[in-house]
Every structure is written in C-alpha cells, then in structure tokens.
C-alpha cells in the first residue's frame, strides 16, 4: 500500500513537471523580453538613487517577482493581486520592524520575513519574493533604512509598478499568453453558474411534460 502511493506520488510529480516544461519556442522569446524589459528598466532608475549593495538587493527581489510573471503567467502567485498586494505587505512590514527594533538585526530580519509571509496568507496575496522586500528593509544600508515607509513608495512600488506594465504589454501580445491569467478560479466558478430557470420552464414533478397525457 504505502509502495503504491509513493508511486503514485512519483507519477503526478513528474507528470507536473513535465507539464511546466513544455512551452513553445516562442514562449521563450517573450519570457526573454519580459523580464529583460523589466530588470533593465527598474536598474537603470535604481542606479541613479542607491546604492550598489542596494541596488543588487532589490535587483534580487524584483528578479524573482519576474520568474513568476513572466516564466509562470498561469500561477495565482503571479497574479497582479499578488505581485502588487504581496510587496505592499511585505515592505510595510519590513519597515515596521525595523523600527521596532532597530538593533538586533537576526530578530528584525526574522520577524519581518514571517510576519509578511503570514500576513500575505491571511490577505490571500502571497508572493514569495515579498518576503525578500521584506527582508531588505532591515539589512539595506543606513541609505534605505532612513527612508521609514518611503521605501514603499520607492523604491518598491515604483518596481512594482513597472513590472506590472510591462508584464500587462508583453504577456498579452502572443496569442497563447494573457495576464491577468483568464481561469483565475473565481472566474471559472462564474462561468459554471447557470441561470435558474423560470416558472415557464419547469415541469410538473415525477412527469415529462406538462402535456403528456
């Protein structure tokens, strides 16, 4: 028995992967060009306000925001709820902390990645690479940390902002991509709902018709 469900397991495991990788040559191109658009763009306007170290950090973060939004547009993290709700969260967390508790650095990193990660739960915004915006409001340099919940402002939201237009441009250009992804669960719930029908409609109980006989 147990043998047969780690089969089993094995099974559905590699079926999904499987599923992950097969994607068109084309689908690589605009994977490229999004996220090739995006990194370019929120370097080029980090560079003229951070630092390095700061600049690589948030480069990190939004790096991995791109994986989701360009290399799986069909994931509810990708979604632009999630992109945009999860590193709202987790940056007003991160500077929260940090200004709770500004000298213990293990302590404020710790509590600021699991206290987003939690509160992304709760609002049904979960994003992962949110938790490094969170994270990086307490290890940046002295530069980001006097920001206070400017750093929201920028230079989160202003990242956010534009991977979420690029990704609005670029995603929906081929004919075989879209974002926001179109079978987002709600939606489809909405599609099965049928309309009730009238008192036109129904028929007499336990009979085929109302004029059978």
Same mark, same amino acid.
């Given at each position: 028995?147990?043998?047969?469900?780690?089969?089993?397991?094995?099974?559905?495991?590699?079926?999904?992967?499987?599923?992950?990788? /097969? &994607?068109?040559?084309?689908?690589?191109?605009?994977?490229?060009?999004?996220?090739?658009?995006?990194?370019?763009?929120?370097? =080029?306007?980090? =560079?003229?306000?951070?630092?390095?170290?700061?600049?690589?950090?948030?480069?990190?973060?939004?790096?991995?925001?791109?994986?989701? /939004?360009?290399?799986?547009?069909?994931?509810?993290?990708?979604?632009?709820?999630?992109?945009?709700?999860?590193?709202?969260?987790?940056?007003?967390?991160?500077?929260?902390?940090?200004?709770?508790?500004?000298?213990?650095?293990? &302590?404020?990193?710790?509590?600021?990645?699991?206290?987003?990660?939690?509160?992304?739960?709760?609002?049904?915004?979960?994003?992962?690479?949110?938790?490094?915006?969170?994270?990086?409001?307490?290890?940046?340099?002295?530069?980001?940390?006097? &920001?206070?919940?400017?750093?929201?402002?920028?230079?989160?939201?202003?990242?956010?902002?534009?991977?979420? &237009?690029?990704?609005?441009?670029?995603?929906?250009?081929?004919?075989?991509?879209?974002?926001?992804?179109?079978?987002?669960?709600?939606?489809?719930?909405?599609?099965?709902?049928?309309?009730?029908?009238?008192?036109?409609?129904?028929?007499?109980?336990?009979?085929?018709?109302?004029?059978?006989?």
């Amino acid at each position: 028995m147990v043998r047969k469900r780690i089969k089993r397991r094995y099974r559905i495991a590699r079926y999904v992967i499987y599923r992950q990788t /097969i &994607l068109k040559p084309a689908d690589h191109f605009w994977t490229f060009l999004g996220a090739f658009l995006s990194i370019a763009l929120i370097g =080029q306007w980090q =560079q003229l306000r951070f630092t390095r170290p700061d600049d690589i950090f948030l480069i990190g973060s939004f790096g991995a925001s791109c994986v989701l /939004i360009f290399g799986s547009t069909h994931s509810p993290l990708a979604q632009p709820r999630n992109l945009v709700g999860g590193h709202l969260l987790g940056s007003l967390v991160g500077v929260a902390v940090y200004k709770l508790i500004p000298d213990q650095l293990w &302590l404020s990193s710790a509590l600021a990645v699991s206290l987003s990660i939690v509160g992304m739960q709760i609002t049904k915004t979960m994003h992962p690479p949110a938790g490094a915006t969170a994270l990086i409001a307490n290890i940046g340099s002295e530069k980001i940390k006097s &920001l206070g919940f400017g750093y929201t402002l920028s230079p989160v939201m202003s990242g956010v902002f534009i991977l979420l &237009l690029v990704a609005l441009v670029v995603n929906n250009i081929p004919k075989n991509r879209s974002y926001p992804e179109r079978s987002l669960p709600w939606k489809r719930r909405s599609m099965r709902r049928r309309p009730q029908p009238g008192p036109a409609d129904r028929r007499p109980y336990g009979r085929a018709g109302g004029n059978d006989r």
